[in-house]
């Protein structure tokens, strides 16, 4: 057996891709930003139009898509009990909290209270996701997120469950919006050479230059070197962006290498805004699945299927010989 790539993170791998080795997810793990915008007061309320909405979404996606990102507040379990997750699904679980603590110029993630890597795994999940907020040139601290980060890296190996991690960047203090985006790319980079040299499975990565600013030769060439840079398979992640950019998006990122994408508010956005639950429905099973299915076929035919990044191939992703169960 190859010890780096158990059989468990192996079927987890497969169990959220698709057919072809490539991730389609859809994203709909979403907290603090949904609470925000869908509730008008808090309480039992909340939680249950949270609850509804998350099934909503997962009614109208889970089916067209490789697998679905959900949280273990308002949507995992939900999901499962009320049998709206299909059996051919695989379920990505996140783990942190919501959120941050300390300044928005020195962000610091945390594991949600009462959570983590042993329950996701018992509950039957596929893989464990965890944002993390980032910034590599930040001296202590990143090196505090990265050890967060192998704690988690590690409770994954011990349990053989696939491990993704979303490195978020921000600016830091003193640092203007125009700085900041300037450093983007060389962050974006910077980020996946730390980040993957640690016992993570996937990168969850943000795109790493700007679509509406840059030409196409410059954003293939930043994508390029992101693909060079990390060592593990790795995915583009949607950050809220307009549908129209993340389909470019996807369209370059795979193009550079990268194994698919995890797609959320721009698949479903509007729907947030809707009032009606009729409209609302409407819309996650007509534009909403109809993006989802777009964006997986660029990713399916242009995106590396993620055994091909660590050098292996789909009939022989570890080696098992006699007795390999007594080691196991």
């Given at each position: ?19 072809s ?46 697998a ?97 991690v979303?490195p ?54 930043a ?7 990390s060592?593990k398979p ?7 962006a307009?549908y ?61 299927p ?9 009939s ?13």
């Amino acid at each position: 057996m190859n010890d780096s790539l158990g059989i468990g993170k192996i079927r987890g791998l497969q169990q959220i891709a698709g057919k072809s080795g490539v991730f389609n997810v859809a994203a709909i793990d979403h907290r603090g930003s949904l609470e925000r915008g869908l509730c008008s007061v808090d309480g039992p309320e909340c939680y249950a139009e949270l609850v509804e909405f998350k099934m909503e979404l997962c009614r109208a996606l889970a089916p067209v898509a490789s697998a679905v990102l959900l949280d273990p507040v308002y949507g995992a379990a939900q999901a499962i009990a009320g049998s709206v997750l299909p059996k051919g699904t695989g379920l990505l679980v996140s783990v942190e909290a919501t959120g941050y603590e300390g300044d928005s110029t020195a962000r610091v993630t945390r594991v949600l209270d009462g959570w983590g890597v042993e329950k996701i795994k018992r509950m039957g999940a596929s893989a464990v996701k965890m944002l993390v907020y980032f910034r590599p040139d930040s001296g202590e601290l990143a090196e505090e997120q990265l050890a967060t980060v192998e704690k988690i890296a590690l409770e994954c190996v011990r349990f053989d469950i696939p491990f993704l991690v979303e490195p978020v960047a921000y600016p830091l203090e003193g640092e203007t919006t125009a700085d900041f985006n300037s450093k983007k790319t060389a962050l974006v980079v910077e980020t996946a050479r730390v980040m993957t040299v640690l016992p993570i499975d996937v990168l969850k990565a943000e795109f790493p230059a700007n679509v509406v600013a840059e030409d196409g030769e410059t954003l293939m060439d930043a994508c390029r070197q992101l693909d060079e840079a990390s060592a593990k398979p790795w995915v583009i992640l949607s950050g809220g962006a307009e549908y129209e950019i993340f389909r470019k998006e996807v369209e370059i990122a795979c193009g550079a290498g990268a194994s698919g994408f995890l797609a959320g508010r721009a698949i479903w956005q509007e729907a947030v805004s809707m009032q009606k639950i009729s409209e609302r429905t409407q819309f996650l099973a007509t534009v909403a699945a109809r993006r989802l299915k777009e964006i997986s076929l660029i990713a399916e035919s242009r995106g590396r299927p993620w055994y091909q990044k660590l050098g292996l191939s789909p009939s022989n992703l570890a080696a098992v010989d006699e007795g390999w169960h007594y080691r196991y």
